[in-house]
């Protein structure tokens, strides 16, 4: 996907050295790549700015919105300046569709001995009076998405190889198909707290090859372990959603599913679904969920709950258990879906039920309700790790991929069904 690699540092950091060469790399494998310099911007705008804080701030300002345009346009493109404003990097995240923030740090003793435009040591001199980082201020990069240290222990070589191994993990397979071909659909911008240890900007993306809709997340699985067990606990506060989703069930489960079933719905949350199950007859039933508090609520609500998730080794006593799996508004949270759904599959009896409900995107795009949780303060219903389905269509696709795909590792029969809902 198309994107904008920031390359920030002070003077005679290396920036347009390695910043040079990583274009030329980067252009070897993707043809629509252009190459700036701040140098060589300042002449193309007419040189009419000066190096004062304000002039080097409307400077950068007219970078950034060159890059985004170019972006829109479907180009790559490798910047390099100083630009050391919060303010201008900010603005950065929140209006170019995708972007890779690379600050080349050197510590000032490394500068002042390279010294390379002579702008130190005139400093120093008492002739330039305007130096970015020594006389001018300077907002270091608070978050950027990498920083190489280039002091000179690696050649610039060996700094280009670290990004470009960077960018390969940094953008995301499709966690259906695999492909890495994939368009920008929306960004997503949102204010998290200091060691959240999840990105505060993530990308919307569609798959290229099979149309899934998922967030292009530079976050680990260990990220997500984090937040899961310490952060995302579901209160009383969306019955209405619960009462629907309910209602919308019943049918199928009046269908499929029998009273005495072995049921067991992962990811229960506030456990509204598996406490309904029980009122309705269901005796068998079963919930987990990796929050500690979700599960203590539950068990003193007199439910069966442990703390798992769908990443836990299945253990002996747990395979060929179940009856019938539920997996409601958790698969869109998904980093690793195949995984999840492959150790489901192990837990279900033969001819056993598996049922999944994700949102449909197409019916909440432009809903603007702010609902306070990582993954859907924006109103967008795009989750920071999962997946979203542009219609049925698009999830009845994938769920005939997954049967062949479980049949494949597992060696057992695997059927979905498919009900609509928000």
Known sequence: ???????????????????????????????????????????????????????????????????????????????????????????????????????????????QERDQKGLYSSYLQGKEKELAGVQVGMEEPRHPDLI?????????????????????????????????????????????????????????????????????????????????THCNFYGDDCKDDDNLRFEITQELLEKYVSKDAVILEMGAGNGFFIK?????????????????????????AGIQTYVSDVYAEVLPEEKEKYDCIFLFEVAEHLLFPGRGIS??????????????SVPDYSKIEGDLTCIPNYFKRTGSGCTASGLFFRSIVGLSDVITWYEARVSETCGCGFNAGISESR
Request: aromatic share 10%.
């Open 276 to 300: 309904a199950l029980k009122k309705h007859g269901y005796s068998h039933v079963t919930g987990t969920d990796p929050s500690d508090e979700s599960v203590r609520r539950l068990r003193e």
């Open 1 to 111: 996907m198309n994107k904008v690699y920031w390359i920030t540092g002070l003077s005679g950091a290396g920036k347009t050295t390695i910043g040079k060469l990583f274009y030329e790399k980067l252009r070897k494998e993707h043809c629509n790549t252009l190459f700036l310099d701040g140098d060589m911007l300042r002449q193309v705008f007419g040189d009419d700015l000066g190096y004062s804080e304000e002039d080097r701030r409307k400077c950068a300002m007219r970078y950034s919105r060159l890059c985004n345009m170019l972006q829109k346009q479907e180009m790559n493109v490798v910047c390099c300046t100083i630009s050391m404003f919060d303010s201008v990097r900010e603005w950065n995240r929140k209006n170019i569709l995708s972007y890779c923030e690379i600050y080349i740090k050197v510590s000032m003793q490394t500068l």
């Open 148 to 228: 190489l240290q280039n002091d000179g222990e690696k050649t610039p070589d060996e700094q280009v190889e670290a990004i470009m191994e960077f960018i390969k993990k940094a953008d995301r397979s499709c966690p259906v198909c695999g492909e890495k071909k994939a368009k920008v659909l929306k960004k997503i911008n949102m204010a998290v707290p200091e060691n959240y240890h999840l990105p505060d900007s993530y990308e919307v993306v569609v798959c290229e090859e099979c149309g899934c809709v998922y967030a292009n997340t530079r976050a680990s699985m260990e990220d997500y372990d984090w937040y899961y």
């Open 343 to 356: 150790n489901i599959a192990k837990m279900l009896k033969p001819h056993g039920i598996f049922m999944i």
